[in-house]
C-alpha cells in the first residue's frame, strides 16, 4: 500500500523558512516523479512543484519560483521542500503527492501538513 | 500559465441526478486534463486521467470527456458519498494548475 507521510509544517513568522518533508513508503520510490500541491484555508487546490524520477529536473509555480526549492532522496525515499522568505499567503496545507505510473498525474496523496504564517 | 476555468462553481442536486461539471483551459492542452474528488479535511482522489481514462477503482459512473479547450465530468447517477468539491487539473504544460473547483452540495 502506498503511503505519503508529511512533516515539519508548523507556525513561522513572516520571512522565515521551513523545510517540509513526505516519507514515502509502498512502491518504488526512484520510478516516480513526485510532487507538492498546497492549499489555502477555505480556497482550492494550488500546484506548487514537482520533481522528476531521478531527481535532475524540476518544476515551480510561478508563485514560488525562487523561494521554494523541491528536492528528494532516492536512497532515503524521501521527497523535501525548503521553504524561504515565508509571506503570510503561503499559509495553507502543503500535500505530497505521487504521479501515475507514466503520467504527471497525482494518485496518492498525503494527509498533509498545515503551516501557518504570522507573526 | 494555462489557466483552468471551471464552472459552476457550485451546484445542488439530489441523490440520483445527473451532475455535469465543466472545465474550460485557456489554451489547447489535447488531452492532458484530470479530474479530482475532495471531501472535507481530506486528500484529493484522482477520479479521472487524461481526459476520459477511470482512475482503478473509481466507480462508473464517473466519466470525463472533452479535448483541446473544453471538458466535461459527469456523475450519471448521484450517490450521497459523492457529495464534494471537484477539480480540474491540466498537466499538458508546468505548471500543471487546477482549476478553481466546483462543490457539489445536497439539494
Known amino acids: 500500500e502506498v503511503q505519503l507521510s508529511e512533516s515539519g509544517g508548523g507556525l513561522v513568522q513572516p520571512g522565515g523558512s521551513l523545510r517540509l518533508s513526505c516519507a514515502a513508503s509502498g512502491f518504488t520510490f526512484r520510478s516516480y516523479a513526485m510532487g507538492w500541491v498546497r492549499q489555502a484555508p477555505g480556497k482550492g487546490l494550488e500546484w506548487v512543484s514537482g520533481i522528476s524520477a531521478s531527481g535532475g529536473t524540476t518544476y515551480y509555480a510561478d508563485s514560488v519560483k525562487g523561494q521554494f526549492t523541491i528536492s528528494r532522496d532516492n536512497s532515503k525515499n524521501t521527497l523535501d521542500l525548503q521553504m524561504n522568505s515565508l509571506r503570510a499567503e503561503d499559509t495553507a496545507v502543503y500535500y505530497c503527492a505521487k504521479t501515475l505510473s507514466g503520467w504527471y498525474y497525482f494518485d496518492s496523496w498525503g494527509q498533509g501538513t498545515l503551516v501557518t504564517v504570522s507573526s | 500559465d494555462i489557466q483552468m476555468t471551471q464552472s459552476p462553481s457550485s451546484v445542488s442536486a439530489s441523490v440520483g441526478d445527473r451532475v455535469t461539471i465543466t472545465c474550460r483551459a485557456s489554451?489547447?492542452?489535447?488531452?492532458?486534463l484530470a479530474w479530482y474528488q475532495q471531501k472535507p479535511g481530506k486528500a484529493p482522489k484522482l477520479l479521472i486521467y487524461a481526459a476520459f481514462s477511470l482512475q482503478s477503482g473509481v466507480p462508473s459512473r464517473f466519466s470525463g470527456s472533452g479535448s483541446g479547450t473544453d471538458f466535461t465530468l459527469t456523475i450519471s447517477s448521484l450517490q450521497p458519498e459523492d457529495f464534494a468539491t471537484y477539480y480540474c487539473?491540466?498537466?499538458?504544460?508546468?505548471?500543471?494548475?487546477f482549476g478553481g473547483g466546483t462543490k457539489v452540495e445536497i439539494k
Open positions: 487539473q491540466q498537466a499538458n504544460s508546468f505548471p500543471h494548475t
Open positions: 489554451q489547447g492542452i489535447s488531452s492532458w
